[in-house]
Nanobody, 114 residues
Framework: VQLVESGGGLVQPGGSMRLSCAASGFTFSSYTMSWYRQAPGKERELVAVVTSAGGITNYADSVKGRFTISRDNAKNTVYLQMNSLKPEDTAVYYC????????WGQGTQVTVSS
C-alpha cells in the first residue's frame, strides 16, 4: 500500500486549498478513504471520510460546511477541498486507508497564516 499526499502549503485565512492523495498497491475502489490531520502538540484527528463508491461522506464538526472530500476511482485518488481556511486548520494532513491494519501517507503540511 502506498499513499502519497500533495497540495499543501501556505495560505492566508479565508483562502482555499485542495489536497490530493494518490493511492496504489490495493484495490482503491473497494475501500473507504479518510483524511486526518495533526496539529503541533495535539492528537491526530479524523477530518473527513468517503465511502468506496463516494456515495457517503462524513466530516468532523470543525470542518463541516468548509471542507469537501471526494474521490476519483478511475485515478485512484482522493481529494480534500478546503475552503474558508482558518489558522486553526494549520496541521499536517494525512491520507489513510484501513485494510486489516491502517495505512498512512507521509503527510502534507498546511499552514494558514497571514
Amino acid at each position: 500500500v502506498q499513499l502519497v499526499e500533495s497540495g499543501g502549503g501556505l495560505v492566508q485565512p479565508g483562502g482555499s486549498m485542495r489536497l490530493s492523495c494518490a493511492a496504489s498497491g490495493f484495490t482503491f475502489s473497494s475501500y473507504t478513504m479518510s483524511w486526518y490531520r495533526q496539529a503541533p502538540g495535539k492528537e491526530r484527528e479524523l477530518v473527513a471520510v468517503v465511502t468506496s463508491a463516494g456515495g457517503i461522506t462524513n466530516y468532523a464538526d470543525s470542518v463541516k460546511g468548509r471542507f469537501t472530500i471526494s474521490r476519483d476511482n478511475a485515478k485512484n485518488t482522493v481529494y480534500l477541498q478546503m475552503n474558508s481556511l482558518k489558522p486553526e486548520d494549520t496541521a499536517v494532513y494525512y491520507c489513510s486507508v484501513r485494510r486489516l491494519s491502517r495505512y498512512w501517507g507521509q503527510g502534507t503540511q498546511v499552514t494558514v497564516s497571514s
